[in-house]
């Protein structure tokens, strides 16, 4: 039963250079999500999907893109890598809305170092 | 817009020591769920508690306690004889139930010390 699995687990990138995080779950959840984490401040929304082919932005969108071609996939890209995008960065789902609402199931995380 | 804040950056308590975890959320809306997270060590975020704004029902699970407030808008977190394994990161969120994206507080590190 895996969850929530993230792609991949460490990465360092150059400043300016793309590349693209992974997601995907198993628990056929309808809302995915994408943090990043640094120090002091928490987790913030970066982006998050409330369905299949659906995307909207979240508290710090600027510098990312997402898609959410398949159900099970949710897609993070940096177009151009920034040092101030070195983070670690967690995907979620969950399941239902309203009242219906469970827990968020997060991945593993992504280390991410730009220099 | 929504905001939580855990005011209590490190806490640092010797072993069987109790230890209080404070949150305290801001949101217009009436019906919305807390959360409770923990991040060990390795990383990953570990869910311990959802709460419903309409269920002030305090819940206890083992060494573990909430205490959840309406009128001060707070949720706390009691930790009864604390071990060593329950140092990590603790996150406080709030998710409205008309929305489903958690909005989380900056995090509080405790440390048990043996």
């Known amino acids: 039963n895996a969850g929530v699995t993230q792609t991949p687990k460490f990465r360092v990138l150059k400043t300016g250079q793309s590349m693209t995080l992974l997601c995907a779950q198993d628990m056929n959840h309808e809302y995915m999500y994408w943090y990043r984490q640094d120090p002091g401040m928490g987790l913030r929304l970066i982006h998050y999907s409330v369905g299949e082919g659906t995307t909207a932005k979240g508290e710090v969108p600027d510098g990312y893109n997402v898609s959410r071609l398949k159900k099970q996939n949710f897609l993070l890209g940096l177009e151009s890598a920034a040092p101030s995008q070195t983070s670690v960065y967690f995907c979620a789902s969950s399941k239902g809305r309203g009242r219906e609402l469970t827990e968020a199931f997060f991945g593993q995380g992504t280390r991410l170092t730009v220099v | 817009a929504q905001k939580v804040t855990q005011a209590q950056t490190e806490i640092s308590v010797v072993e069987k020591e109790d230890v209080t975890l404070d949150c305290v959320y801001e949101?217009?809306?009436?019906?919305?769920?807390l959360f409770w997270y923990k991040q060990p060590p390795s990383g990953e975020l570990v869910f311990l508690i959802r709460r419903n704004s309409f269920d002030e029902q305090n819940e206890i699970s083992g060494r573990y306690s909430w205490n959840f407030q309406k009128s001060t808008s707070s949720f706390n977190f009691t930790i009864t004889a604390s071990q060593v394994v329950d140092s990590a990161v603790y996150f406080c969120a709030l998710s409205l139930v008309s929305g489903s994206r958690l909005t989380f507080g900056e995090g509080t590190q405790l440390t048990v010390n043996p």
């Open positions: 949101t217009r809306d009436t019906t919305y769920y």
